[in-house]
């Protein structure tokens, strides 16, 4: 089922490829079915998923490579199949939203974009390593591409920048893969995730192990992003095709949030302990960063690029806290976070395809021109600053919770963040939606815009008021990583 | 009455339900009928919450005279052990909780025990440990709900007329009764997050009210100020709130009451920090100096808002909260309580003294309420749970009242402020002047109405209040001396607004031309003018003719809060001080404004030309403000977003820069050594040349690879280097 998951956009791509390209409506279609299948099984398998457990759940082993400990293992447990859920969900949305909007090349798009699919569903249900990692670059590719070939004027800077920093990252991350493989005789050898981590976890605390935690750390961090290897993510955001930039903010920061939470952290909790202050530091540094360098900006789609930087913060603050509080809150922030932002980079699409213009000086009096659409921004905002009943406040306040047991005073860094982010958010709110009208007439929300609002502003709206769904499914896991975090 | 106990959860659904329904029916109901609908909804929601109220005061039944509450009380909490099922949020299992199975803590008065508890077992769990959330009735809330729904009915009835023609009429009625269902979410919250939950609601909707008419500048300002000033308060809560769960464990009103006196002997210095940051809230949210400054800007927006939000209720969610949350204040030590004291005590007459020079009317009142929410806070920190949430009941009616009468004035001047350009109003608009002068004499503190009893309260609390052991001795008098001082002067700005705006000659066309407003404001003035009369006054006669118990004792019995200190010494002194300085303060303005010329006024001006300035510029604080955070703030986000493009971003490019130099060196080397080999050495040349000259062709791939293969060897000789 999983590998069902993972591989049918993949061979949907590959059907595509046979299509002539001037089938532009067959070509959409099966890419909505390609994108849309995934999304059922994941439904299917939410529904069979059981909560409560901490096993790895729908295992699928192959041997592949038996002299070097390479396996086929996939599975999922409450890390990888929210993360599933999260994906599988953003990318139906993505297509329906790249209709109308992509329309040259629009064979080798939805191609790219199925292939890319399979690539995020494989991050979050390999659980061997060299699987993980080949997923983790056949990301890389398409995203490449698909901002290079459908971006901005500035497309090729962007796309070089992010090719760059996230491959410079992942080989790092690769060496200390290897580095800790080849700590244990050959016959003990493994790439197996879990396998693996039940033996490094007792490595001592050396130069070594203290290497390999950086070295994965730094590959992840730079995904996340994390302070100070964040500055791809605004010039990627500025120049990907709206529906490219909701993928990148809900889906491929995540992969790097979760790389962590499976990878780094639970094979080396002992030194993650060692240097949790400085995750700390960087978490605090990054949301009060992300929040004053967002109020400064001059182009929407930068404003919330930044504030990606800071909410990702919380993240990191959570996971270096070790609580149960702060890891549930980090974690919860990277799904209320891969709710709202997809949607926010969606609303900046909605007023440029209107408007053609980002410039935040431009906009003005939108609640007077378009109220619908400017009914949703005005709803992203709130749940992006945090308000209360929303996805987003349920996250920052039991990181902030959690935290506190660990870092004390320290969080009230992140909660000058906190007030910072409310402010650039009422800035951008009173520049765009407020004031006397700056365009005419322009059109209001179409039903396509409204059926991409509607399934994430409900699940906004549910897990704000009622998160007990997705606390119970993490449970488990929050419970083993936070012992092995706090303990000893 | 008891059986409206068990549906007391409709009284928060029910607005919720009435804000969605006018949101989304707006172009089905638009003018008047989404207000019609709004305020018969609130009615029905008031009748239910009056229901409530009713049943909880036969339960708790009338004090008996110097007999301990405590026997009557724990029968009544005992007929409710039983199960109510989680019909609060719709949602599944529920177990019946923290119904007070905890013995008493302290001496023979049990915890106040809810009435009704509904709880959601599993809101969230935390490594195995349940997180629950749910409502719950006792009677503090009980008399709270009846209060802010009989105010939002009225505000919503008043507001049918008063925003007739407003092109966001519909947007206005669904976000009065988004925010009337935060501020009861908030009222039955059984934990601090759901309180925070209900509070923040408010918060929201006090911005879209504030920022109504968002195409003018200055609704546009207040609104932004508001949400920013009050959410810089919520953040220190917020981490108070974290320290305060580090420290207990749980968030939930009665599991908090339990473990407080321990956690108070174990770590005094952690929950005493975790108090003052959590108190850090409520001075945002309820005004309080230093961050006081966003409600004169708060009445940007339409006045009916003005009344329920920034008058009658969000604004007292923060004294409720220091009410709700009182175990937290009073274990965390007599310090914490003694800052809440004084902050209130300043405030109050720090807002009054401004108050007395502001010219327009509804500048009066934010002030005047500023100053009030003082008194509350002062009560509250002396010690005294009762008189802080009498006076917070008693004021919701009569400033909402105030604010209320005060919109009628101003639709009658066709929308001006200004009071002297008013004058003579008194014979133009009768209702609105009668009603208008029982707010007034209630929040003046004259004698009988209902201001004048919970002010004397929570004046006898302060004067007999003990500093803090080791602090010196005089700062024992400084609540009781502020607060003294303010209702001086809240009796002296308040009859000199009453004066300028309805006595006198009229001072300008809009005045000689006034008309009273239509039936449903009036109407609104006339039921609230009620309590704001006799809610102070008919409760305590209520006990004295049944039980001749002393006067004031029904309201401390009927919210019986076990920690409370309630001294009795002294009540005739105070109550003949506050008397006359509430009539001497009357009599002070009515001789400036009405008996002697307007000469006095000028030179008295002239003399105290410094004093009038300062007050006049409202102690500078804004300019203070503005100069100090609003300035640096926006200087750190462009220093910010300028090292981000120049030093992170440079480096970046810097190194990129490298990798393209060192292709670019790869290229020399391939075109002068490799290619000079290639002459010599044919295959190596077609295979190596062709390879490394790609380098060079300032292609993606190429910085790619060359970067790749650096990292690689990079990364791999430190690792070779540690593993020996």
Redesign the interface.
């Known amino acids: 089922m999983l590998s069902l998951i993972v591989f049918f956009p993949l061979a949907v791509a590959v059907a595509m490829l046979l299509v002539p390209r001037t089938q532009e409506k067959l070509i959409k279609g099966l890419a909505l079915v390609g994108t849309l299948v995934p999304l059922a099984l994941t439904l299917v398998l939410l529904s069979r998923f059981e909560v409560g457990s901490g096993a790895i759940q729908f295992q699928e082993k192959f041997v592949w490579i038996p002299s070097l400990g390479i396996q086929y293992h996939m599975g999922v447990d409450g890390w990888g199949i929210t993360m599933l859920a999260l994906s599988t969900l953003l990318f139906p949305l993505a297509v329906l939203a790249s209709f109308g909007y992509i329309e040259h090349r629009v064979k080798d798009y939805f191609v790219l974009l199925l292939i890319l699919e399979t690539g995020t569903n494989g991050v979050f249900t390999a659980l061997d390593f060299v699987l993980f990692y080949v997923f983790w670059e056949i990301v890389l590719l398409p995203m490449?591409f698909l901002i290079g070939i459908w971006g901005g004027p500035r497309r090729?800077y962007a796309?070089?920048?992010f090719?760059?920093?996230t491959?410079?990252g992942s080989?790092?991350m690769l060496?200390g893969a290897?580095?800790l493989y080849?700590q244990f005789p050959a016959g003990q050898r493994t790439f197996d995730l879990i396998e693996l981590a039940k033996l490094t976890q007792g490595l001592p605390v050396n130069?070594?192990t203290t290497?390999a935690f950086f070295?994965l750390l730094l590959g992840f961090a730079v995904k996340v992003p994390a302070f100070?290897f964040?500055?791809?993510l605004p010039d990627a955001h500025v120049e990907a095709p709206t529906p490219i930039s909701m993928l990148l903010a809900g889906i491929l920061l995540k992969m790097g949030t979760y790389a962590m939470v499976r990878i780094s952290h639970p094979m080396l909790p002992q030194v993650a302990r060692e240097w949790a202050w400085l995750i700390a530091a960087v978490g605090i540094v990054g949301i009060v960063?992300g929040a004053?360098?967002a109020?400064?900006?001059k182009d929407f789609k930068k404003v919330v690029a930044y504030s990606s930087v800071a909410h990702m913060g919380f993240f990191l603050l959570g996971l270096a806290a070790g609580t149960?509080?702060a890891l549930?809150g980090g974690y919860f922030e990277t799904i209320a976070h891969g709710l709202i932002s997809p949607l926010f980079f969606f609303v900046v699409g909605m007023y440029y395809e209107r408007t053609h213009t980002r410039e935040l000086e431009k906009l003005g009096?939108m609640?007077?021109t378009v109220p619908a659409i400017s009914f949703v921004m005005a709803f992203t905002a709130?749940a992006n600053l945090g308000?209360?009943?929303l996805a987003g406040?349920?996250a920052e306040?039991?990181t902030?919770?959690?935290?506190?047991?660990t870092w004390?005073?320290w969080?009230?860094g992140a909660?000058?963040g906190?007030?910072?982010i409310?402010?650039?958010h009422?800035?951008l709110m009173?520049q765009v939606?407020?004031?006397?009208k700056k365009y005419e007439s322009l059109p209001d929300i179409t039903p396509k815009e409204i059926t991409i609002f509607a399934p994430l502003a409900a699940l906004i709206v549910l897990f704000g008021?009622?998160?007990?769904p997705v606390?119970?499914v993490l449970?488990p896991g929050?419970?083993v990583l936070?012992a092995l975090l706090l303990g000893g | 009455m008891e059986f409206a106990l068990d549906y007391a959860w409709l009284i928060v659904a029910l607005p919720l339900l009435t804000s969605a329904v006018i949101a989304t029916f707006a172009k089905q109901l638009r003018e008047p009928r989404a207000g019609y609908f709004g305020a018969a909804m609130m009615g029905v929601t008031f009748l239910l919450a009056l229901l409530v109220f009713i049943g909880a005061v036969r339960q708790a039944g009338l004090p008996v005279h110097e007999a301990a509450p405590a026997a009557a009380e724990a029968v009544a909490g005992g007929e409710h052990g039983e199960s109510h099922g989680a019909a609060a949020q719709g949602a599944a299992a529920a177990g019946e909780h923290g119904a007070g199975a905890e013995p008493a803590a302290f001496g023979s008065v049990p915890e106040a025990r809810p009435l009704r508890h509904w709880t959601l077992a599993d809101w969230a769990v935390f490594a195995g440990k349940p997180f629950r959330m749910g409502l719950m009735v006792d009677n503090l809330t009980a008399a709270m709900l009846m209060m802010v729904t009989l105010v939002s009915f009225c505000v919503q009835l008043y507001s049918v007329a008063y925003m007739h023609g407003d092109k966001r009429f519909t947007r206005f009625f669904a976000a009065v009764n988004l925010f009337t269902a935060g501020m009861l979410l908030a009222v039955m919250a059984d934990n601090l997050l759901l309180l925070v939950v209900g509070w923040e609601l408010m918060g929201l909707c006090s911005y879209l009210l504030i920022g109504h008419w968002f195409e003018q500048p200055w609704p546009r300002y207040g609104s932004f100020k508001a949400f920013i000033t009050t959410r810089t308060g919520d953040t220190f809560m917020l981490v108070g709130i974290a320290a305060l769960y580090a420290l207990t464990g749980t968030l939930n009103f009665d599991e908090l009451a339990a473990v407080l006196p321990q956690v108070a002997r174990e770590h005094p210095a952690a929950l005493l920090l975790s108090a003052l940051l959590i108190f850090g809230g409520p001075i945002g949210k309820s005004a309080q100096f230093p961050l006081h400054v966003w409600l004169p800007d708060a009445m940007a927006g339409p006045t009916p808002g003005s009344a329920l939000i920034h008058a009658a209720t969000m604004v007292a969610v923060g004294v409720y909260l220091v009410a709700r949350a009182f175990a937290i204040f009073v274990h965390a030590g007599p310090e914490v309580m003694a800052v809440i004291a004084l902050v209130g005590a300043f405030t109050s007459l720090f807002a009054a003294s401004i108050a007395t020079l502001r010219t327009d009317i509804k500048q009066v009142l934010a002030y005047s309420t500023i100053s009030q929410l003082g008194y509350m806070f002062l009560a509250l920190g002396v010690g005294s749970f009762s008189a802080g949430t009498f006076h917070l009941m008693t004021h919701a009616f009569f400033k909402a009242l105030l604010f209320l009468a005060a919109g009628s004035v101003i639709h009658a001047m066709h929308h001006i402020q200004e009071m002297h350009q008013m004058g003579g109003l008194r014979k133009k608009i009768p209702v609105t002047f009668w009603t208008w002068m029982v707010g007034y004499l209630a929040l003046a503190g004259f004698p009988f109405t209902s201001g004048f009893f919970s002010k004397d309260e929570l004046l006898l609390a302060a004067f007999n209040w003990q500093a803090p052991p080791g602090w010196p001795e005089w700062v024992s008098k400084l609540p009781f001396a502020m607060g003294a001082a303010t209702a001086f002067l809240t009796a002296y700005y308040m009859t000199r607004a009453t004066y300028l705006t309805f006595f006198g000659e009229p001072r300008s066309e809009h005045a000689e031309h006034a008309h009273e407003s239509p039936r449903p404001m009036t109407t609104a003035l006339v039921i609230l003018a009620v309590p704001a009369l006799l809610s102070g006054y008919a409760w305590a006669a209520l006990v004295y003719k049944f039980t001749h118990a002393p006067i004031f004792e029904w309201w401390p019995y009927f919210t019986g809060n076990p920690l409370q200190h309630l001294p009795h010494e002294n009540a005739e002194l105070v109550t003949a001080i506050a008397t006359t300085l509430g009539l001497l303060g009357i009599g002070v303005a009515l001789l400036i404004y009405a008996v002697l010329p307007v000469g006095f006024r000028v030179a008295a001006i002239r003399t105290l030309k410094p004093v009038y300035v300062l007050l006049k510029r409202m102690y500078y604080v804004d300019e203070f403000y503005h100069a100090t955070f609003v300035a640096g703030t926006a200087a750190l986000g462009r220093l910010v977003a300028w090292f981000d493009r120049t030093v992170v971003d440079g480096i970046v490019n810097l190194v990129g820069e490298g990798g393209r130099a060192w292709a670019e060196v790869c290229g020399w080397f391939d075109r002068t050594f490799i290619d000079g080999l290639v002459n010599g050495a044919g295959w190596l040349a077609l295979f190596s040349g062709r390879q490394l000259r790609r380098l060079a062709t300032g292609q993606v791939q190429s910085y790619m690879m060359t970067f790749a293969v650096l990292v690689v060897f990079g990364a791999v000789a430190v690792w070779l280097t540690l593993s020996r």
């Open positions: 490449y090729e796309a070089i920048k090719f760059l920093y491959l410079i080989v790092i060496v290897l580095a080849l130069a070594l290497f070295a100070p964040h500055t791809w960063y004053f360098a109020m400064a900006q149960p509080e549930a009096g609640f007077l709130f308000l209360p009943g406040f349920i306040f039991f902030l919770v959690g935290s506190y047991q004390g005073l969080i009230l909660g000058l906190m007030v910072i409310a402010a650039f009422l800035i009173r939606l407020m004031g006397e008021v009622y998160p007990a606390f119970k449970d929050i419970k936070s």
